[in-house]
């Protein structure tokens, strides 16, 4: 019997004892205030103190949460697919990832609006350092992926996430988000990493791994945002890349950036589930005849090929990549006024002599747009 206390998020039993301890943490208490604009403490707390499960917590509490960043700081979110999910299944959603803590929530605040079974979300430790993150992760169904690990502690530490994850999509019926990646994207250019699904593997015990993956009900999830709201934020480790410099994160980077991704702009917001990955599919990498590596990455490259199909582009996203060719192939895709206040978003957060930072820049946005045209499918 594996030993999940280290990852596991809270139980029902202990969410009422962290709400009681955490309720009038100054942060919690500022998460609250923004939530619930119009009512005194006193009532806020008295809804916060009714909730005795994580799911009275999701839809009391944090549902609303993201409502009011939707209302705030964005022109509005749509989704596409989720329709076509079945009410009461479990299903492993993979997405792209561009910010730490908005990605998940939309996420379920989507699936609670299509009454899907709502996902335990995968965090890495790193960002829930301080005590009432680490409470506020668990109470929202987080569970943690540990870094910064000896290679020996890794190995161990991955098989035991891999089988938290399975029991809970295979025995406890509870669906499960999974960034693509390790991290955030950066520069704009999504793709799955193999390590994720090695993780993954690890857990089919006599299962092929394919028929394994088949058993999670794999189901790609393409996140947009028309402007990201950490753009700037993201550049001095994107230039350190570029320039094969080691970059080292400042102490609150990580924090910095979740208050950034929920409180700055992004214009409109989509979200795009996938179909499931078919046995069909499947099986068509089982017939290549390759090796578990080989199969794992050809189902990379399924989900890859799924997120980008799905991707919303927007106009920032064509003028960036006009813009970063010098043409104007995709002209019919914005207005001139759409150009010129990207052009003025871009002069406001990069020094547009430094032509590297410049290209960096620009190409957080036209990536998206270059690997949607890697399908070579008749619709860019």
Aim: charged share 30%.
């Amino acid at each position: 019997m594996q030993n999940f206390e280290k990852i596991r998020f809270y139980n029902d039993a202990e969410v009422q004892v962290a709400l009681v301890e955490y309720v009038k943490h100054p942060m919690i208490k500022a998460l609250l205030t923004y939530t619930f604009p119009e009512k005194e403490f006193e009532e806020i707390e008295e809804i916060v103190l009714s909730c005795r499960s994580i799911r009275d917590f999701q839809t009391k509490v944090i549902y609303h949460s993201v409502e009011k960043v939707l209302e705030k700081t964005s022109e509005g979110l749509e989704d596409r697919g989720f329709d076509k999910l079945e009410p009461g299944e479990s299903y492993f959603y993979i997405s792209n990832h561009r910010d730490i803590i908005l990605d998940t929530s939309l996420i379920n605040y989507t699936l609670c609006n299509h009454d899907l079974v709502m996902t335990a979300s995968a965090i890495g430790d790193n960002l829930v350092q301080k005590p009432f993150l680490m409470a506020l992760s668990r109470l929202n169904r987080n569970f943690l992926v540990l870094r910064g690990q000896s290679p020996r502690e890794m190995l161990k530490s991955s098989m035991n996430l891999s089988e938290y994850i399975r029991q809970l999509l295979l025995e406890e019926k509870r669906s499960v988000w999974m960034a693509q990646r390790e991290g955030r994207t950066k520069d704009g250019n999504d793709f799955t990493q193999q390590g994720v699904l090695k993780m993954l593997a690890m857990a089919k015990g006599d299962l092929d791994v394919l028929d394994y993956f088949e058993k999670l009900k794999i189901v790609p999830v393409a996140i947009s945002y028309e402007f990201d709201p950490t753009d700037m934020l993201k550049m001095p480790e994107v230039l350190a890349k570029r320039m094969k410099e080691e970059y080292k994160k400042s102490a609150n980077e990580d924090f910095n950036s979740i208050m950034q991704g929920a409180l700055g702009q992004k214009g409109r917001i989509s979200l795009s589930a996938g179909k499931v990955l078919s046995k069909e599919k499947i099986q068509e990498i089982r017939e290549q005849d390759l090796s578990i590596n080989e199969q794992l990455k050809a189902l990379g490259t399924l989900i890859d090929q799924a997120i980008y199909r799905n991707f919303k582009l927007w106009p920032a996203n064509y003028i960036a990549y006009d813009l970063v060719n010098n043409e104007t192939r995709f002209a019919g895709h914005y207005s001139e006024k759409e150009k010129r206040q990207f052009e003025r978003r871009i002069s406001r957060r990069v020094d547009v002599k430094n032509s590297l930072a410049l290209n960096s820049y620009l190409l957080m946005y036209a990536n998206p747009v270059i690997n949607k045209m890697s399908l070579h499918e008749e619709q860019v």
